[in-house]
DNA sequence: AAATGCGGGTCCG
DNA sequence: CGGACCCGCATTT
């Protein structure tokens, strides 16, 4: 089975494995978490292009041609419980890079102080099951990147936090540094690590969202057989999953965001009570808090606590470290609280009014609460109105008619719209996971909606594709659920499908696994 | 010590 | 043959 990608771009359309490539002019901006099929390009200068630098944890893989380096990617590091932090995120440490460093890691006693699970690679198979690849070409005028597959896991922490924990092994004692480490020892995910057998693909000729898990042809024991990811594949096994029973990993780029930090202990100062939080059989959460330790071989959890003066949070407060692309947390060590700097809050403010006032309907940023704390922005998917149904789901109910309304729209610009919107996007519920801590697996299942909306299935993807919608449902907290703070899906819809990006060098593309089909691409 | 890049080599489909 | 991956080596951070 190979893997094929055919490029809906027609403008500038090259692949970094082409002979020549055009001369491109104009530039993108540097994406350090790259994520699905796109292909972007940098200037000579960009520093970060000429490092290949990437937030994943991409390594250098060989595919024999001095032209173009490929790098393929580590995945994360999670607790082998997935245990979970104090508002439903998990562990995801970043895998070194080094080989002998990251086996090193593994094994290694889940920086959860409370938890008894031992650190493992969660592999990534993003790309037809096998690692998302990143492809770097330099040229005489620029720097072309391509990506190939889609991340199915979260990320891992920043670059810049794992090299400040290394540093620490120097011996150094830096509070700067503790607030990293607190930092990432809130950092995790929500998301299901899913292990479903494999299946063969079927051809499509469109990009078909779907929400099941990736297959992990990886595993070395198991006899996995497809590895379709979302973006690419379907896969007969679809059908066949009780929908009670699944648990979906969104597969939407956007769905795989740092759902790290720990704003509720912070706005509702609420005590910290280290435990231990395995989801239970039905995928949910055990939702308690622990979060006051990290991982690593020269600083151990307990060593967080020796530090001599509780971190209060200041605002702003930034450490040496470039925290500007992650939001970061300061650990009080004193009520063992995680406080959630805000340095993104201007850029909060600023994109997000842009966003909603690119047209001309007289939104404002007012009408999403967005104001100075954090703890507002409320969209929900299309006509949806949310009511708790547990401790930690919702009930959706859905207008048919609002639904397949949007769902007939122009299927390939609402594609490449949201694609382009990728960024925004998950920065938006990067934003949102700040505030609240309920999970959301429930609430990620564009299949369950679909079905439960009765929408007929020629708008099956298109319903898939809402997925990325739905994750915002997540974010209601049921405490601050309200129906004055709801901005329906429709106006956040309509504002996204009218955002128009000003760099243009991203070119997304669609992706089917095609069986019985040998295209590869070449290197050389 | 780890990141990074290179390249020889193997395995598999 | 192409892709994934392992490994060792050299250099840089």
């Excluded at 580590?74 to 002998?100: M, T």
């Excluded at 607030?179 to 809130?186: C, D, G, H, I, K």
């Excluded at 702003?316 to 470039?322: E, L």
Aim: glycine share 4%.
């Amino acid at each position: 089975m190979t893997c094929r990608v055919s490029y809906s771009s027609s403008s500038s359309d090259w692949d970094i494995n082409d002979s020549t490539i055009p001369r491109i002019s104009e530039f993108d901006q540097f994406s350090e978490w790259a994520d699905g099929h796109c292909r972007l390009v940098y200037p000579q200068n960009s520093e970060e292009a000429k490092r290949h630098s990437s937030g994943w944890a991409m390594r250098n893989t060989n595919n024999h041609n001095v032209h173009i380096l490929k790098k393929s990617c580590l995945g994360v590091l999670v607790c082998s419980q997935r245990c979970i932090l104090p508002n439903g995120d998990r562990v995801h440490l970043r895998p070194a890079i080094c080989d002998k460093a990251r086996k090193k890691q593994q094994g290694k006693p889940c920086p959860n102080r409370q938890c008894s699970g031992r650190l493992e690679i969660q592999t990534c198979r993003g790309h037809c099951g096998y690692p998302v690849t990143h492809f770097w070409r330099h040229t005489e005028y620029a720097i072309f990147f391509q990506a190939k597959g889609i991340h199915d896991h979260p990320r891992p922490e920043a670059k810049s936090t794992s090299e400040a924990r290394r540093s620490l092994g120097s011996g150094r004692r830096v509070r700067g540094l503790a607030v990293l480490l607190a930092r990432e020892a809130a950092l995790g995910n929500k998301l299901m690590s899913l292990r479903e057998p494999k299946r063969h693909c079927k051809d499509i000729n469109q990009v078909s969202r779907t929400l099941n898990p990736p297959p992990l042809i990886a595993d070395l024991d198991k006899g996995y057989s497809c590895s379709c990811p979302p973006f690419e594949c379907i896969c007969t096994f679809q059908s066949v999953v009780p929908v009670a029973h699944q648990q979906y990993t969104p597969h939407s780029p956007s769905a795989y965001q740092p759902m790290n930090q720990q704003l509720d202990s912070y706005w509702t100062q609420e005590p910290l009570q280290a435990q231990s939080y395995p989801l239970d059989n039905m995928g949910n959460i055990n939702n308690q808090y622990d979060f006051a330790s990290v991982s690593g071989d020269l600083f151990q959890p307990e060593e967080i606590f020796q530090l001599d003066q509780p971190l209060r949070p200041e605002y702003p407060q930034q450490s040496t470290t470039d925290l500007s692309r992650s939001p970061s947390t300061l650990l009080d060590l004193g009520s063992g609280t995680i406080h959630r700097e805000f340095k993104s809050e201007d850029y909060w403010n600023q994109s997000l009014c842009t966003l909603m006032n690119d047209d001309s309907n007289n939104s404002s940023c007012s009408r999403y609460n967005l104001v100075s704390s954090p703890d507002v922005l409320q969209p929900t998917i299309p006509h949806a109105t949310l009511t708790p149904q547990t401790d930690i789901g919702y009930t959706q109910k859905y207008d048919k008619l609002q639904l397949e309304n949007y769902l007939t729209d122009d299927y390939d610009n609402s594609y490449k719209n949201q694609n382009n919107l990728l960024n925004v996007i998950s920065d938006t519920k990067m934003f949102f996971d700040n505030t609240v801590h309920n999970t959301y697996e429930n609430f990620t299942d564009a299949r369950h909606m679909y079905k439960t909306c009765n929408v007929d299935s020629k708008y099956q993807d298109k319903c898939v594709e809402l997925a990325q919608f739905v994750d915002y449902t997540t974010l209601y907290d049921n405490k601050n659920l309200s129906t004055e703070n709801v901005v329906t899906m429709n106006e956040l819809d309509f504002r996204i499908n009218h955002y128009i990006p000003t760099t243009t060098n991203v070119h997304y593309n669609t992706e089917f696994c095609n069986i019985n089909t040998s295209s590869h691409h070449t290197n050389n």
